[in-house]
């Protein structure tokens, strides 16, 4: 079986992901508007007709602004916590309230649709609720960490079993503290229940690196307080220190904020 990954968009502004086969895709948040994201999934080939549902991490606007429009416009399912869909249902982003289109998880209890194994589970963030996602098709994982605080033993668990890891990377340290943001921003920022940093990414990467990992996507990078090729080297010089070399043992990549990234296709008999 083969599968394309895709990053929508990854940041502040708005976050979303494609996972799909050859017949079926989901998508990993809906934090851009529908048309941005009909018009890059048209750009790679994908027709809206694939997409069986989305899966929703929590309910802060940059990761939920278009789920309304592709839960009652589209007929799409929309797979959330309770809690986050009542998170939803206040959000003033949302003017499609989900009706009809709701669907309810609950965390570590894995939930199947067409191609794709679903499991959800905790992480540390300050949304409503908030979830990361291990996705399986044909025995192949992919692990979503995005918008958590820390690693805890949770995440660890879900990170041993990725064999592809999308990990936050939202803030450089001497950035953020040096920069414009006011005291209480910054304090939420650095906090448990906030984001995770370059050298937190790279330090949980190298202390819990999964024997089957093929690759590493750092997402949800902030348009202030860092950089692509810093968060880079910040993981892959981590990395080098415990023997893992970038490019060789594993690949790495710093996704784009507003820009789709490249298909990604991955075959699973390989």
């Not at 069986?52 to 939920?64: K, L």
């Not at 839960?71 to 982003?93: D, F, Q, W």
């Not at 905790?122 to 979830?131: A, S």
């Not at 810093?230 to 690949?251: C, F, M, N, P, S």
């Amino acid at each position: 079986m083969k599968i394309k990954f895709i990053s929508l968009a990854s940041g502040s502004s708005g976050n979303c992901y494609y996972i799909g086969t050859e017949t079926y895709g989901i998508l990993v948040d809906a934090g851009i508007p529908v048309r941005s994201i009909k018009k890059k999934l048209k750009e790679a080939g994908i027709e809206m007709e694939r997409i069986r549902a989305v899966f929703i991490t929590h309910d802060h606007t940059d990761h939920i602004k278009g789920v309304g429009g592709l839960g009652e416009k589209l007929n799409i399912p929309v797979y959330a916590t309770k809690l986050v869909h009542e998170g939803i249902s206040r959000c003033h982003c949302v003017t499609d309230h989900l009706l009809t289109s709701a669907c309810y998880l609950r965390k570590e209890e894995p939930v199947q649709v067409a191609d794709f194994c679903v499991e959800a589970f905790e992480v540390p963030h300050d949304g409503t609720d908030n979830v990361g996602y291990c996705i399986e098709i044909d025995g192949r994982a992919f692990v979503f960490l995005t918008d958590l605080g820390k690693i805890t033993p949770t995440a660890a668990r879900f990170i041993q079993r990725a064999n592809y890891l999308i990990l936050e990377a939202n803030y450089d340290i001497d950035m953020l503290q040096q920069g414009s943001y006011p005291r209480y921003l910054k304090e939420r920022i650095s906090s448990g229940i906030g984001h995770l940093s370059n050298r937190a990414a790279a330090e949980c990467l190298a202390d819990h690196f999964p024997p089957d990992l093929q690759a590493v996507w750092l997402c949800h990078l902030s348009k202030d307080n860092n950089h692509p090729d810093l968060a880079y080297k910040t993981v892959e010089e981590h990395l080098k220190e415990r023997g893992i070399i970038v490019g060789k043992d594993v690949q790495l990549c710093a996704l784009k904020r507003n820009t789709s990234s490249e298909p990604y296709l991955f075959d699973t008999n390989t």
